[in-house]
Nanobody, 124 residues
């Protein structure tokens, strides 16, 4: 069973930056893709970004492209989401997720493991 623990959320002013971290348990040999999703109050969960553990290839939602950067530290089993130029509409609970399949998909139902989430609030 893979366990994921997010950290790094908080309150930031518009235009600011935050870096989220997602630490995975040691048993990640079956995991090929890590992703970030978010859910704002009253809205559905949406895809933010994904990365392959091995090759480091990435995929982003259009809404965050050129502002957010997903990266990983394989030695520490940790994935990061660097969020720059934050906007009030980025306010949401951010979830880390992991999947065994290789495809960099944005469909949450295809992810096998989820973290508890971390709150990000961007004030105007």
């Amino acid at each position: 069973q893979v366990q994921l623990v997010e950290s790094g959320g908080g309150l930031v002013q518009a235009g600011g930056s935050l870096r989220l971290s997602c630490a995975a348990s040691e048993s990640i040999f079956s995991i090929n893709v890590m992703g970030w999703f978010r859910q704002a109050p009253g809205k559905e969960r949406e895809f933010v970004a994904a990365i392959r553990w091995s090759a480091g290839s990435t995929r982003y939602a259009d809404s965050v492209k050129d502002r957010f950067i997903i990266s990983r530290d394989n030695a520490k089993n940790t994935v990061f989401l660097q969020m720059n130029s934050l906007k009030p509409e980025d306010t949401a609970v951010y979830f880390c997720a992991a999947k065994r399949g290789m495809n960099l998909v944005g469909l949450g139902s295809l992810y096998d493991y989820w973290g508890q989430g971390t709150q990000v609030t961007v004030s105007s």
